[in-house]
């Protein structure tokens, strides 16, 4: 999702190739052996395989949004613990069996929610993770939050962090987010080429 978020904000034209995990492509798996999405195959033949990465790269091509990171603020220092002990806790939350029985979900949830716990102080002081304005942060770390927030919605609403849920929902509802979720027929070998920011 951020990925594409990046790639549809920086109006990186590309070609698209929706893709199920359950039955991939041969034409994937040959441009990036590790066969996860996304795989961002670039005209040079170089190959971005990290959703990070495609933001990063997407957004050095262009940023009309200004969304790269300010001098001062700590978006990379956010998207490190996110990526890293958040989706850790998240993963081993929402994925508990795949972890073995000594996984224990309510302990990863109340990890991954002492993390939370600090986005919504900051995000009681700004509407957005580093300020005023929406950042490269802001939408690297959405996806995570929503994944958490859905993993029991209930149980999500019911703790004390307003303005966390008012930025995730502002993000759900934004038209951005819409247009990135809009659901395509999974590519094969021969379809025409179907553009990205054609929707």
């Given amino acids: 999702m951020r990925a594409r978020m990046a790639l549809r904000a920086s109006e990186t034209q590309c070609e698209l190739r929706e893709v199920l995990l359950a039955n991939k492509p041969e034409a994937m798996i040959e441009a990036s052996p590790k066969a996860t999405v996304p795989v961002l195959h670039l005209t040079d033949g170089d190959v971005i395989d990290e959703s990070l990465a495609v933001m990063n790269w997407a957004l050095a091509q262009n940023d009309p949004q200004s969304w790269i990171a300010h001098p001062g603020d700590d978006a990379d220092a956010l998207i490190e613990t996110n990526d890293g002990p958040f989706k850790h806790h998240l993963d081993r939350y929402k994925y508990h069996s795949r972890y073995g029985e000594d996984c224990d979900p309510i302990e990863h949830r ?81 379809d025409p080429v179907t553009l990205f920011l054609d929707r």
Avoid at 118 to 147: M, N, T, V, W
């Fill in 110 to 190: 109340t990890a991954a929610a002492e993390i939370l716990r600090g986005l919504e102080a900051r995000l009681s002081q700004h509407a957005y993770l580093c300020g005023d304005k929406q950042s490269r942060a802001d939408i690297a770390i959405f996806p995570f939050i929503r994944q958490f927030g859905a993993t029991d919605r209930d149980w999500f609403d019911a703790q004390d962090w307003p303005h966390l849920r008012k930025w995730l929902d502002r993000h759900i509802a934004s038209d951005l987010f819409k247009a990135i979720m809009a659901k395509r027929d999974p590519w094969q070998p021969g």
